[in-house]
C-alpha cells in the first residue's frame, strides 16, 4: 500500500471531484465504457478531441474508407435491442454507414450529453496526496476525476513522412486519417497517393477510377486478399440477427475475435491439389478468412508461409497485366500475413488503367516534396494533390502526445521508451488510477469484441473498488513483470514479430520508433486473454496494490 492512506475514510465517490472517472476518446471503445459506468452509477464523461463520436470511424473519412471485417461482426453486441435494430447494408460497410451506426448507438443510449466534444487533453497528472487525475485541454479547461480511462485507440495519432520539404508543397494535400468533412473532388486532377498499406489500398482502388492520373509512391508491397464485399439482402440480415448469439460465441472461441477460425490442418498434411483448392476457396471467400482461417501454421511456420505466400504470388501475376509491374507488387521481404493483410477489391487491377503508374521508391527514392509535386531520384511529379497514407504512431502515440504523469511526476513516455510494460494492457506501474481499454501489450484482431470485454473488465474492478471502498489502484512490479513474460512467451512462435510494421512497434517516421518492440502486442488467443483477466478478477486482484 503506497503512503498513509486511511483506508476507513476513503470513498472511491469523492464529491469535491469533478468526476468519478473521465474517458478519454468517444470511439467504440469510449462510447462502451460510458455506457457501462454511467449505468453502474459513476459519475462518468468523455473528452472528445473531435467534434463528433466515432473515434477511427471519425477520423478516417477517405476515399473507399469501410470495415475489412464482416459489419455485424465487428459492431456492439451487448446491447440485443441494438442488434435487433441495426440493419447492415453491406458485408462490409463503408464509412459513411459505420459513423451514422456510431451516432445511432450515442443517441439511442443517451450518452451525448456526457460527451465533451472538442476537448483536446494535453496533460493528466497524478496528484498524489488527493488520489486523483487532474487533466487539462489544449483551451486551459482542467478537470480532476478519481479514475483515468484512455479509449484512445490503437491507430489514432497519424504521421506524415519525414520527408524534405513537405511543407513546400502548394496543392492540397491530405492525410487519410485526417480526411476533411467537406468532398474532395479528384475529377480532372493529377493525384499522388505515399503509401501502400490498408489505408492506401482502399484509397488508391477507389481514385483511380476518378483522377486524372495517379502516381502510386510504394515503399513495401503488401500482400493484399479479395475483401469480396456484397450488400446484405433482407433475408441474409434476418438470418444474421437470429445467429448472433451463436456468431458472438464463435468469435469468443476463435484465435483473434473474428467470425474465422484457424484450420486445424496443417499446409503439408494435405495433398497439393487439396491445399490448392483449400486456398481458392479462401481466396474467393469473405473478407478475413483467407488470413485468419488459414491452415494453422501458415502464420507460424516459415515453409508453410513460402507456399501460401507462393499462391498469393501467382495470383498477383494473373491479375496485373504487365509483368514488371506484377513483381513490384509482390512482397518480397516478408511472407503473407506476417503484416496485417489489406483487403481490396479490384486493387490489383487498377495498375492494368492507362492512368496509374507505380514508383517504386526502393529504386528512386523521394528526394523532397517540392511546391508542385514530389521530387524522386529520377525526376520530378508534378501533382495536384498528394495523398499522405503513411501510417500512425501507432499503439504507444496517443499516449505520447499527451504529457501523463505518474508518481513522483514521472511521464509516462519516458517510463515506456525505457521499457513498454503494462499489466493485462490495461494498467502500467507508476500511474494509479489508470486503466487503459486496448493498452499497449493487449489482443489485436478484432478490436470491437476485445473491447467490450476489456470495457466490462475495467467496469468491474471500479466496481470492487467502489464496493469495498478503496480509492488508489496500481498493478505491483511482479505482475508487471508476469505480463511482460507472458507476451514474450505468446509472441514466441509468430512469424510477423520477425517483421517491421506498426504491429511491432516499427514506424520510421517517428524518432525512437524505428527498431523492432517485441511485445508490442499479445500473441495469444481472446481465451487465454480473457482467461487470466478473468483469474485476476476472480482472484480479488491480487496482482494489484489498492488503498
Ligand atoms: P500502414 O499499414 O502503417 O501503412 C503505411 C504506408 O505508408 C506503408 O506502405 C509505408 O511503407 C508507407 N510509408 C510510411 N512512411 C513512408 C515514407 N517516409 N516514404 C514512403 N512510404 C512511407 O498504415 P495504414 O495503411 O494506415 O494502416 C494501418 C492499419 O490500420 C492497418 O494495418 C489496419 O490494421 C488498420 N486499417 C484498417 C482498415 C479497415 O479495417 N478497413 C483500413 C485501413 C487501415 P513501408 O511499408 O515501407 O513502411
Redesign the pocket.
Known sequence: MRGTADVSNSKFVDNLLDYDVVVIGAGISGLYQLYRLRKAGFRVCILERGTGVGGTWYW?RYPG?????ESYSYAYSFSDELLEEWDWSEH?ASQPEILRYLEYVGSKFDLLKDIKFGSDVRSATYEEKDKHWKITLADGMAYTTRMLVTAMGV?SE??F???KGIDSFQGDFFH??RWPKDPVTFEGKDVAV?????????TIQEISKQVRHLTV????P?WCSPLNNGPITSSEMKAIKSDYKDMFARCAESQGGFIWTIDPRGTFEVTPEERIDFWETLYHGRGMNIYQGNFRDVLVDSRANEAMSDFMAKKIRTRVDDPEIADLLIPKDHGFGT??V??ETGYYETYNRANVDLID?NKTP?LEITPEGILTSEKEHKTDQII?????N?ITGSFDRIDIRGVGGLTLKAQWDRKLETFLAVQVVNFPNFLMVMGPQGL?GNHPRNIEYNVEWITSLLEYMRSENLSEVEPTSEAIRFWSNHIMEKSAASLSNKV????TG????VEGKDTRLIGARYGGSVQSYRGLCDSVAAGSYKEMVFS
Do not use: C, E, K
Open positions: 478516417n474508407a469501410r470495415f475489412d471485417s462490409f491507430l497519424p504521421t513522412p519525414n520527408i487519410t486519417a505515399i503509401g501502400t498499406g490498408a489505408s492506401g489500398v482502399q509512391f510504394q515503399r513495401r503488401n503484416r496485417r489489406p483487403l521508391l523521394i499522405y497514407a503513411t501510417g500512425f501507432a489485436g517491421d510494421s506498426w504491429m516499427v514506424n520510421h517516421n
